[in-house]
């Protein structure tokens, strides 16, 4: 795993109320196991936090520019290979929010 699970530490946990109420401990750490997510969005969550992203080619300038000409949605699904979905299911997991 990524440093990010070191980062958010062992103390924490997420609430769902679906399929059933329950919360589930440091779920990074965990593969998402337990969330009540598909597990082709766990698998692109995972990736996201996980896999590295490459090395921008060119200047911080022509980063930024590029950066300012596309949204977050389309950087994870055109660049990252990521669905769309993954990014509001990321949001979610920081925010205790589930999908129905």
Known sequence: MS??????GNNHGYFFATPRPHW?????AHGLEGTP???DVRSDLLRWVNEPVPEFKGSEEQLE????SITYEEYLTKFRGLFA???LAGIAAWWNV???
Request: net charge negative.
């Open 3 to 8: 440093d990010h699970t070191d980062k958010v």
């Open 24 to 28: 589930v401990t440091n779920p990074w």
């Open 98 to 100: 589930s999908f129905r």
């Open 65 to 68: 520019r590029w950066l300012d």
């Open 85 to 87: 979905h993954t990014e």
């Open 37 to 39: 997510w598909p597990a």
